[in-house]
């Protein structure tokens, strides 16, 4: 076990309470999510691992050791991308990427070919001289993960690595992202990216309101989360929701003209047919079926949590 949190809370000054007895473990060789609505207490939860700030109560364990007792041994083992776009000044990706090698302990050579490699690897190679200034926000952000990745602790904090990149990179940084839990680390990866991460979680927290809401592993989150398939429908412009089908297994859930139904997979077919029909008749314009994602798992626990930090303390409150 790499990295335990044990019952921590962190209530800032001013009486929020970010962080509200969580416990989570992480194994080297994972990478676990932590997903959540804006606010719920990612990233005081991470910056905590990072010996960044201070619980107010709880622990904290990197292997044996504090990382609140001791921040400087937290910054040692542990290699942070932080959410906020890193302040390059001055320096090219390459000068910046290679330096941090080289003072993570990489020998000359090797700082150079880890640079190289991982620019590669995310195709940012093309800017790899250009001063930092004159970058843009998608390729700073992945120099910033460079940053973290090039010669990484034990465990690798990456606090929404995938801001502002494009598809095509967001694929190659998730590839790398994998590759360094292969390689042995922990990673603890806060995304909002739910869908292009769900394939590289070993594990993943939903915290709400400070809160762990769900734990699992991908299948066992899904495992208790109702019926296995999901057929979302989009509504032709003027058309009335249609009456709940006799092959959903709830109302559906609603986003303007887009309807989206769970189901059993032994009604997979009848519900194709169904949706063929109207769009035959005009009523559907598109519609695909595809297995329950990480996404509608997390949508279905967010419409059950209370709506405001204000509402949590009326439902905590004795
Ligand atoms: N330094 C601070 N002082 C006071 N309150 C803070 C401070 N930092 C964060 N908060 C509050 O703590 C709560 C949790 O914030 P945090 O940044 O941890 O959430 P998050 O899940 O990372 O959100 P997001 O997805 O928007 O980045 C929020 O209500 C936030 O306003």
Redesign the pocket.
């Known amino acids: 076990m790499v990295l335990r949190v044990d019952h921590v809370c962190k209530e ?3 009486g ?1 309470r ?2 509200d007895d969580i416990s989570i473990r992480v194994n080297a060789g994972q990478v676990y999510g932590l997903l ?10 991470v ?1 905590q691992v990072a010996g960044l ?1 201070r619980p107010t109560s709880g622990t904290i364990r990197i292997g044996d050791g504090d990382p609140v007792a001791d921040p400087g041994f937290a910054h040692r083992v542990c290699s942070v991308q932080p ?1 906020a776009q890193v302040p390059l000044m001055g320096v090219t990706p390459r000068q910046a990427i290679t330096l941090v090698a080289r003072i993570r302990g990489a020998g000359r050579a090797e700082a150079a070919t880890a640079t190289q490699r991982l620019l590669e690897a995310l195709d940012i190679t093309e800017w790899a001289d250009t001063p930092a200034e004159r970058l843009s926000g998608g390729v700073r952000r992945l120099a910033a993960y460079c940053l973290a990745a090039v010669r990484p602790g034990q465990v690798i904090v990456l ?2 690595p995938s801001n502002d990149v494009d598809p095509v990179r967001r694929r190659l940084l998730w590839q790398q992202v994998r590759s360094l839990a292969d390689d042995g680390a922990a990673v603890l990866l ?1 995304t ?1 990216n739910l869908t292009e991460v769900e394939r590289i979680l070993d594990r993943l927290s939903v ?1 709400a309101h ?1 809160r762990v809401v769900a734990e699992g592993t991908v299948a066992d989150l899904r495992a208790g989360a109702g019926p296995a398939l999901r057929l979302d429908v989009s509504l032709s412009a003027g058309t009335e929701e249609p009456a709940v089908p006799a092959f959903a297994a709830q109302p559906p859930r609603r986003d303007r003209q887009r309807l989206v139904y769970a189901l059993d997979t032994a009604e997979a077919v009848a519900a194709t047919e169904w949706a063929a029909r109207m769009q035959a008749a005009g009523a559907v314009e598109d519609f695909s079926l595809y297995p329950m994602r990480v996404e509608d798992i997390y949508l279905a626990l967010e419409e059950h949590q209370p709506a405001t ?1 204000e509402e949590v303390n009326d439902v905590v409150a004795p």
């Open positions: 800032y000054r001013g929020v970010a962080n959540g609505h804006n606010g719920a207490g990612k990233t005081t939860l910056n700030i959410q606090d929404e806060v909002h915290l400070g930090d």
